[in-house]
Every structure is written in C-alpha cells, then in structure tokens.
C-alpha cells in the first residue's frame, strides 16, 4: 500500500510563507491531492496535480515530481485562519477515485 | 462546486445501539460515495467504497457486518453502525465524487460519534 510522509507540525509567522512537504511511495499514481482541515471539520480541497510542475492558485501552490515521489504546497501571506492540518493524499484506482492520506501537518500561524 | 450533506453531525448514544448516517449529494448525482474514520490525530481512513445499486466494497481490516453501507440511489448513501461500541466512537465522513469536477472529491460535514 501507499506511505505517505509529511510533518506532524510546523509554526510559521503571520504573513510569512511556509512550505509543507510530502513524499509517497506507491505504483498505481494517479494525482496528488492537497486538502485543508479545520479541527472537527471535513476536508476542504485546495489542489490536485498529476503533472510534474508547479500548479498556483492565488495564496496556495502545489508542486509535483513524480520521479521523486514528492509533492509540497506553499502557502504564501500566511494568515491566521490558514492555521489548520494540510492533508497530502494519494489517487489510485482508475475511475473510482480512492484517496489514501497522510496524516497531515498540523500548522499554526502565530502573530 | 457540488455540495454533499451529511447528518448528522454528531451523535451521543450507549454501547449497543445502532446509529444511521446519512450522505446526500444535493445537487448531482453520485454513482460513488466513500466512507471515511478519523481518529484523534490520525488521518482519514478510507473504511468502504459504496456502489449506487450494488453491494460496498470494504477495505481490509472493516467488518462488513458491524459497518452496514446502503446506497439505494444516486443521491444518498447510509452508514449504519451496528451494535456499537466505545472503540467506535471516531468522526466519520463521507464523500462522493463529481463527474463535473472530474479530480475532485466533495466531502460531507461529517459525523461526531461518540459511544458511551
């Protein structure tokens, strides 16, 4: 099955930028999803990249190697209500979509 | 973008009971849905994929019988937890998938249950 790595906590400063990294390790690869989660609360989408690169959404960016098995998002103008876990997911399964997590990187944004 | 509903949000019960957790897709239809368990601190866990008209899929290590998945149309799947107990208390969360936004899951709010 899929393993999937990325830090348990990371701090960063308000209006800063911060980088959460992820690696993964599986056959079968089909996209990388990044999602965000408030405590108590169910995901949120924020990206999904299948091609090597770097794909930029306003605030947020993900980046992609797929030889590398890494992925990371950058959060830019960091706020305080970004401070929330960022879960790194995995695609598998051709038409069906299952998404294998990681355990998320819980990040807080202090003044 | 597509909303999933999901209810309730959370539930209080006594070790034995059954409880029911609904997911609705409210403005298309979906063939897929996928239950969740969260634990404190853990990542989501993918426990079943549910098939619109056909029997779930389970992944290994869920009991079919404990964890009961009903998906009799293309809007709404149930989770029934069935006898439950205090080591099943978890937040669990559905989610389905929209052929629109074809690299998107949507996720339902999720449910708080806690067994006393």
């Known amino acids: 099955g899929q393993n999937i790595d990325q830090p348990t906590e990371m701090t960063a400063t308000e209006g800063a930028i911060v980088q959460i990294n992820c690696t993964y390790q599986?056959?079968?690869?089909?996209?990388l999803f990044w999602y965000q989660q408030h405590a108590g609360e169910a995901p949120t989408f924020l990206s999904y990249n299948v091609l090597d690169g770097l794909e930029e959404k306003g605030r947020f960016s993900s980046f992609l190697s797929r030889s590398k098995g890494y992925s990371y998002l950058l959060l830019k103008e960091l706020q305080m209500k970004d401070s929330a876990s960022y879960l790194c997911?995995?695609?598998?399964?051709?038409?069906?979509?299952?998404?294998?997590f990681g355990k998320g990187t819980k990040l807080s944004v202090i003044p | 973008g597509a909303v999933v509903s999901q209810h309730p949000s959370r539930v209080i019960c006594k070790s034995g009971t059954s409880v029911k957790i609904e997911c609705r897709s409210l403005?298309?239809?979906?063939?897929?849905m996928f239950w969740y368990r969260q634990f404190p601190k853990q990542s989501l866990m993918l426990m079943a994929t549910?098939?619109?008209?056909?029997?779930?899929?389970?992944e290994q290590g869920v009991e079919k019988d404990k964890f009961l998945i009903n998906h009799a149309s293309l809007t709404l799947s149930t989770l029934t937890v069935t006898s439950a107990h205090p080591e099943d208390s978890s937040f669990y969360i559905c989610?389905?998938?929209?052929?629109?936004?074809?690299?998107?899951?949507?996720f339902g709010s999720g449910t708080q249950l806690s067994v006393l």
């Open positions: 989610s389905a998938r929209w052929a629109g936004e074809n690299e998107k899951l949507f």
């Open positions: 599986t056959s079968g690869f089909n996209g």
């Open positions: 403005d298309f239809q979906a063939t897929t």
């Open positions: 549910s098939n619109e008209g056909s029997k779930a899929t389970y």
């Open positions: 997911a995995e695609g598998s399964g051709a038409g069906s979509y299952q998404l294998t």
